[in-house]
């Protein structure tokens, strides 16, 4: 899923597979094909020591072995648990946890109904896939080319460069680096399906680009806390979730009720447990 804040968004679930990777240093409108190394730098020049609520708080706590790690596990028959590293330090890395790690299990008998729903509907997870996202597979140079459209036919080119990274967790995400810099609209660099190019482009520009471009004209811009406004993270990602399907063949959110009912597990138990 690709959270937002005050002036960033990213590492979200954009409906099609599965951080960090941008350099912002392009001049003019056109929008970067070429892959980009990741700039050291957090959202917002982030510091470490400066406590941060909502999207990059997320990002933080991604490993940045996470496929080695899973791959490991699962040579192993799951009997080893994953060893995960980070970029900082491990009193850091429990504070990151801490800020990220409450979740509210109320709707967990809705998101087992779902669970349900999608073995009675779909006899597992294969053929509801099958059903989301077709047969057909595209590269990442259609889905940046489909960004960029969509991009310019919303008139905001020449506030964002778009890049294509190795290492992303989602499809797509949106950040920015500093005040004054653009807004970076990275891509992973896979194969995502045609069905869900849409519902990207719906998900990363068409909910949170044009958020944070709209939060900039507020009074409340990088000022919420005088206003008292709650973090908006939570109820913009499900907004940007509902968007994801507006263009795709099945509405059931098996999907984001599998993460939910994995976090209740993860709860209470390891990965060998």
């Known amino acids: 899923a690709t959270p937002p804040g005050d002036g960033e968004a990213g590492d979200g679930e954009a409906a099609a597979s599965e951080g960090d ?3 912002g240093g392009e001049d003019g409108n056109a929008a970067a094909k070429p892959e980009a ?5 957090d959202a917002d020049g982030f510091s470490p020591k400066k406590k941060r609520s909502g999207p990059s708080a997320y990002m933080r706590v991604a490993p940045n072995n996470l496929h080695e790690a899973k791959h490991r596990f699962f040579a192993s028959g799951c009997s080893e648990a994953p060893i995960f590293e980070y970029s900082y330090t491990d009193e850091e890395m429990d504070a990151y946890f801490a800020e990220t790690s409450t979740v509210d299990f109320e709707l967990l008998p809705e998101a087992q109904a779902i669970l349900k729903l999608m073995y009675e509907s779909y006899g597992g997870p294969e053929g509801f896939s099958s059903k989301l996202y077709g047969s057909e597979h ?3 140079e259609d889905l940046h080319d489909a960004i960029k459209a969509y991009v310019d036919d919303l008139n905001v080119t020449d506030r964002v460069t778009i890049y294509i990274v190795d290492q992303l967790m989602s499809a797509a995400c949106v950040n920015k680096l500093g005040y004054e810099s653009k807004y970076l609209i990275k891509i992973k660099n896979s194969k995502c399906s045609a069905a869900s190019i849409q519902g990207i482009c719906d998900h990363e520009v068409g909910t949170h680009l044009l958020r944070m471009i709209n939060d900039e004209s507020q009074t409340w811009h990088r000022n919420r806390d005088r206003y ?3 973090n908006p993270w939570i109820t913009e990602e499900g907004l940007a979730t509902l968007n994801t ?3 795709l063949p099945t509405k059931l959110l098996y999907p984001q009720a599998l993460g939910y009912f994995a976090a209740f597990l993860g709860a209470g138990k390891g990965f060998v447990p």
């Open 37 to 41: 190394s990741a700039p050291e730098n």
């Open 21 to 23: 990777g941008a350099d």
């Open 245 to 247: 399907y507006i263009s």
């Open 228 to 230: 008292n406004l709650a």
């Open 138 to 140: 595209l590269e990442a």
